[in-house]
């Protein structure tokens, strides 16, 4: 049997989320995992999402936040004093191996001709966004395989690169060509923004080159409680519930 794999990205501590996702993995038959970064922040469960990671033993790869809570060189008095009380908060909860876990975790990995990288392939360490197409045609430029999976918008898409330009295609099953590019966004698992409060993540089938990309109902007010219970803003708690 050949592999399928599950993308998860953007899990940000939600470990409500990633724990009705894996469970529909498991149901999908996923035989493999891939994990495209952000593992951490935002919600209040940084510790068990990071020990469900783990446990996957599979490929990470860092994300933006990932890269605040575990680098030293991140001055907190560069952020909004908001965003600053949950990095410290997540930095609290987790052990000095956690945080080393991290901090190893590189920009880019590529498993079987597949690249992972949270942002984009073009200086992967400044966590530049892709909204548009001229922005995914930048990419394209540095992307040296077909297929390659991310994440950091929270808004799942696909950029296709062929010989009539780059096209922008919106999240759904579909055979990837042979002989064509792949920039696809896998969406949030943790704190979806594409007006869907259900938690996202993607299959992808080897043998049939088909992606499948994945909505799946979570506890949103049990991941709600914690954040109001660990003090965070009242807006990454309302946030959840509308997929914004
Ligand atoms: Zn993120």
């Not at 035989?31 to 922040?41: K, Q």
């Not at 990470?60 to 908001?82: A, E, I, M, R, T």
Request: one cysteine or more.
């Amino acid at each position: 049997m050949g592999k399928v794999f599950a993308v998860l990205g953007d899990i940000h501590a939600n470990i409500e989320a990633l724990g009705a996702v894996l469970e529909d993995c498991r149901a999908q038959g996923v035989t493999d995992y891939l994990c495209t970064g952000d593992v951490i922040g935002y919600n209040a469960s940084p510790k068990e999402c990071m020990d469900a990671v783990k446990a996957l033993a599979c490929p990470v790869v860092k994300g933006n936040h990932d890269h605040y809570v575990s680098s030293l060189s991140v001055n907190l008095n560069d952020f909004q004093p908001h965003a600053a009380a949950v990095i410290r908060w997540t930095r609290e909860q987790l052990a000095t191996e956690d945080l080393q876990w991290l901090a190893d975790l590189p920009y880019v990995v590529t498993v079987m001709g597949m690249t992972l990288v949270h942002s984009t392939n073009d200086k992967p360490e400044t966590f530049g966004y892709v909204f548009d197409n001229l922005q995914a045609d930048a990419n394209f430029v540095h992307q040296k395989t077909p297929i390659c999976f991310h994440g950091h918008t929270h808004c799942p898409m696909i950029y296709e690169k062929s010989m009539n330009g780059v096209w922008r295609i919106d999240p759904q099953e579909m055979r990837l060509q042979p002989g064509r590019k792949y920039f696809i966004n896998v969406g949030s698992v943790g704190q979806p923004r594409d007006g869907d409060p259900r938690a996202a993540y993607m299959i992808y089938d080897v043998a049939s080159r088909v992606v499948k990309f994945r909505r799946i109902e979570y506890d949103i007010a049990a991941a709600q409680a914690k954040i109001r219970a660990a003090g965070f803003p009242e807006r990454l708690a309302e946030r959840l519930q509308f997929g914004q």
